[in-house]
């Protein structure tokens, strides 16, 4: 058999296709199939090159393994081959077609209907080899099943330890640079009003009563002079006592003619008692026509003691309220902070200067001094962010290996209370919290990979530094084993 092979591309067609047939000369035309890829050919195309190898008098043959393919040409009566090799050593079924007669007898195609295919043949066939291969594969979804589908959940609780340690702090001033072992500071203000009396202890001096006497005037011209009351008679001297005439008078004209009135001292005390001759003065224009003295002493001026507050009694008093105000700006203070914040009462200063008012002027007389102090407070505060964030950097470095935090939260206690230390404050605190043992999961799993559950709580308890026993949940709930695989076990670590 010399038959033409025509090797087909994945990209052919029906139309590349039958140009190709076109150039064969054979008796035989034999089509190969590409191993790689397919030639979608359906039922109408293979009758239409069926036809063209039959008007070339020619037999059609087909070279591939796809099973629809063979199924549609084998009931057109194109044989179909597996390889080239089964092609050129088996013999064509079919006789070689020639243009159908229209008296010759329809073939049956039922005889053309390709036989069913065998799904095993020879040893695959028997009944033992199939029953391992079907016990293997049931054993391999058992297997791939106990692998991947039970869960194990343990809930596992280290024991709790306290960690404490007594730490020194300090902080620098507010405003100032702050180093890596200092704690940031704040700063507050507040403006308080306070008010206090006491009884009054010192005394004072007070003039009680007028000094009077006689002044007496001589004319200095030929007219005579009115004298109106109320004229201003005084001694010389940069502090002059003044005397006022009593009553208006004149004198009578002619020079040296002379007239006395009485007067009266301007301002009460003992100042007022003068010596004869010691009121030389005139005020106004009467000193032109007049002179004027007293003849003789002038007396009666007195004073007298009174209480009244003494500088102690306002210097002390100010210092009471002071003290006061002071006391209550730390509690308004320590009530404005934060959680966790920490006051430096040694801090407190005022902010500006204190607004002080008296209720007796200084001189004057008053059994009883009152006060009224408004002044402005400035105080400083560590903060607690600061605090617990170098609190926790020292614990950490003390920690014990293997350890860690239990809780985030921290308990403080102040030891030493804050105080002046070099220009930066100091004090010391008691810094406690919890720690507990770290879990190494995968050396728990390890211990209890493919144990029976029930054992796997004891197993952890005598491996691990627990609180309480291991809870260990299955699911399925009937599974008896811990998980082979450690993506199929969860650890929960209870704080």
Do not use: C
Not at 257 to 285: C, F, H, K, M, T
């Amino acid at each position: 058999m010399k038959a033409q092979i025509i090797q087909l591309e994945s990209q052919d067609t029906l139309i590349s296709i039958r140009d190709k047939m076109s150039w064969a000369k054979t008796p035989d035309i034999l089509l190969a199939w590409p191993r790689h890829g397919r030639v979608r050919l359906n039922l109408l195309d293979l009758k239409l090159l069926q036809r063209q190898a039959s008007a070339a008098n020619s037999r059609l043959g087909l070279v591939t393994r796809e099973r629809d393919l063979a199924l549609l040409a084998r009931n057109l009566g194109i044989p179909v081959f597996a390889s080239l090799a089964e092609a050129n050593r088996l013999d064509w079924d079919a006789p070689p077609p020639g243009r159908p007669s229209r008296r010759s007898r329809r073939p049956d195609l039922r005889l053309r209907r390709p036989a069913p295919a065998r799904l095993f043949d020879g040893w695959q066939a028997r009944l033992p080899v199939r029953l391992a291969f079907f016990t293997l594969g049931a054993m391999a979804v058992l297997a791939l099943a106990a692998v991947f589908l039970p869960s194990a959940e343990i809930a596992l609780q280290p024991r709790s330890e306290t960690q404490a340690m007594v730490i020194p702090f300090s902080a620098a001033a507010y405003g100032a640079s702050v180093s890596s072992n200092q704690v940031r500071v704040g700063q507050m203000t507040l403006t308080l009003e306070g008010s206090g009396s006491q009884a009054s202890t010192g005394q004072v001096t007070l003039p009680q009563e007028h000094a009077a006497g006689t002044a007496r005037f001589r004319n200095l011209g030929e007219s005579p002079v009115s004298i109106p009351a109320g004229t201003i008679l005084q001694t010389p001297g940069l502090i002059p006592v003044q005397f006022s005439v009593q009553q208006a008078g004149e004198v009578p004209g002619g020079f040296g003619r002379e007239a006395d009135l009485p007067i009266r001292a301007v301002n009460p005390g003992p100042a007022g008692n003068l010596e004869a001759g010691s009121l030389v003065a005139l005020q106004g224009s009467l000193g032109l026509l007049l002179t004027a003295t007293n003849p003789d002493p002038t007396g009666g001026g007195t004073e007298t003691a009174l209480r009244a507050p003494s500088t102690v009694d306002r210097a002390g008093l100010q210092a009471l309220v002071m003290a006061g105000l002071e006391e209550g700006a730390l509690e308004r203070f320590a009530s404005m902070l934060a959680d966790g914040d920490l006051l430096l009462p040694h801090t407190l200063r005022l902010n500006g200067e204190p607004v002080v008012s008296y209720s007796i002027a200084e001189g004057q007389a008053g059994d009883m001094l009152a006060l009224d102090l408004a002044v402005s407070f400035t105080i400083e505060y560590a903060l607690a962010e600061s605090i617990q964030e170098l609190s926790r950097e020292i614990l950490d470095a003390a920690l014990q290996i293997g350890y860690e935090p239990a809780e985030a939260g921290m308990t403080f206690q102040v030891i030493t209370a804050p105080a002046d230390m070099a220009g930066s404050s100091a004090w010391e605190m008691s810094v406690a919290r919890q720690v507990r043992p770290q879990v190494d999961t995968p050396a728990a799993f390890q211990a209890i990979q493919g144990r029976p559950a029930g054992e796997a709580g004891s197993i952890l308890a005598g491996l691990l530094p627990l609180a309480q026993d291991p809870q260990v949940r299955m699911s399925p709930a009937w599974w008896p084993w811990i998980p082979l695989t450690p993506l199929r076990v969860d650890f929960l670590v209870l704080p």
